[in-house]
């Protein structure tokens, strides 16, 4: 038979800043208001409290700290005051007390429960705010973005200068900087061969212009077989990349 309690206690993120319920069976709960590094160190503070309690009185032993009653010191000169004579008195009841309480099981796995807990979250408060890194995919977008500007290699140069927050290793610089060599050498590829086209339609094909536009066309050929290697190198990088990244 179900034992039904005499009464249920009610808490809420209105009434407390910190919730921890652990169930006789599945896992435990955790609920907050407060930051998670600040939640993460509640909890280890009260796993060492339950470790090394500091006073004798109920207390100090529930919350492992010096009473401010029973473990505050003695007035001047070392005479007790009357309210302190007072609780000498019942010194007596209190330690019967203490001695149940320690008599009293913990449960068990509590401790490393609650360490779990509290790494749990300082270890999630740190991967949230662990920037995210560089990839050639957002050289890539920027590059999109910035398709409408006059110059969109530099403007994209540009943007990834600026964006200091994103993480570098020296393979993701690398790879950012072959992206955009690429984008440049075709872009300068491009140019020639306007350049080309426009001498050959304004003065047309003859011994004078054909050595010029064969350099047009040299020049042209040259860049892009340069972007071509880039592009060969970084796709090789990318494959290798990936296959360390598979099982």
């Known amino acids: ?34 930051p998670r590094p600040v939640a993460a160190s509640v909890l280890r503070q009260l796993a060492d409290s339950l470790d090394s309690p500091a006073g ?40 019967a007390a203490a001695r149940g309480i320690r008599r009293a099981q913990r449960p068990a796995g509590l401790d ?3 360490g779990y807990v509290a790494a749990s979250i300082a270890d999630e408060h740190q991967a949230a705010e662990e920037p995210p890194a560089l990839t050639v995919d957002d050289v890539r977008d920027a590059l999109a973005f910035n398709a409408a500007e006059r110059d969109q290699v530099l403007a994209t140069l540009r943007d990834v200068l600026l964006d200091t927050t994103a993480t570098r290793t020296p393979e993701q610089a ?31 094909l003859s011994r004078s212009t054909r050595g010029l536009l064969t350099g047009y066309s040299s020049a042209g ?16 990088a990318e494959g290798a990349a990936n296959e360390q990244v598979e099982p």
């Open 1 to 34: 038979m179900t034992r039904i309690p005499d009464a249920v206690a009610v808490a809420s993120l209105d009434t407390h800043r910190l919730i921890v319920a652990v169930p006789n069976e599945g896992p435990a709960e955790v609920s907050c208001n407060l």
């Open 112 to 114: 490393a429960l609650l």
């Open 56 to 95: 004798r009185c109920d207390t100090a032993l529930a919350t492992g700290r010096p009473c401010p009653v029973h473990d505050a010191p003695t007035s001047p000169r070392g005479i007790t005051s009357p309210s302190r004579a007072l609780l000498d008195a019942a010194q007596g009841a209190g330690e």
């Open 221 to 236: 050929r040259s860049i892009r077989t340069y972007a071509d290697r880039l592009a060969d190198e970084q796709a090789l």
């Open 174 to 204: 690398l790879a950012a900087a072959r992206v955009l060599l690429i984008a440049h050498a075709r872009q300068l590829a491009a140019l020639v061969e306007v350049e080309r086209n426009e001498t050959r339609t304004r003065w047309g």
